[in-house]
Nanobody, 120 residues
Framework: QVQLVESGGGLVQAGGSLRLSCAAS????????MAWYRQAPGNERELVAL???????NYTDAVKDRFTISRDNTKNMVYLQMNSLKPEDTAVYYC??????????????WGQGTQVTVSS
């Protein structure tokens, strides 16, 4: 199976930027997409951004035009550049490697995540 290690979180003031990184290892040959999720206290984990193996990207409305997802297939890395951060972006951020079978998507076991805290 796939192992995921996230890094790059921290404390930043509103309006600032952070770049998250995720290293994937293990059975990575059948990954169809990489994605970033986040979970704020008391909330469900939500999908933030996704990039397919073909390079197509998708973002949740709350982060469009502020966040950019990218991947480096040669290094098995995925990144999330976060600009113009807002206090409501505060959460633990997780990456995942997704495989599509038919119409269903399957993810790898979650990593430890990386904490992002945005102060006002």
């Amino acid at each position: 199976q796939v192992q995921l290690v996230e890094s790059g979180g921290g404390l930043v003031q509103a309006g600032g930027s952070l770049r998250l990184s995720c290293a994937a290892s293990g059975r990575i040959f059948n990954i169809d997409a990489m994605a970033w999720y986040r979970q704020a206290p008391g909330n469900e984990r939500e999908l933030v951004a996704l990039v397919t193996s073909g390079g197509s990207t998708n973002y949740t409305d709350a982060v469009k035009d502020r966040f950019t997802i990218s991947r480096d297939n040669t290094k098995n890395m995925v990144y999330l550049q976060m600009n113009s951060l807002k206090p409501e972006d505060t959460a633990v951020y997780y990456c995942n490697a997704l495989t599509k079978r038919g119409t269903s998507w399957y993810g790898a076991p979650w990593g430890q995540g990386t904490q992002v805290t945005v102060s006002s």
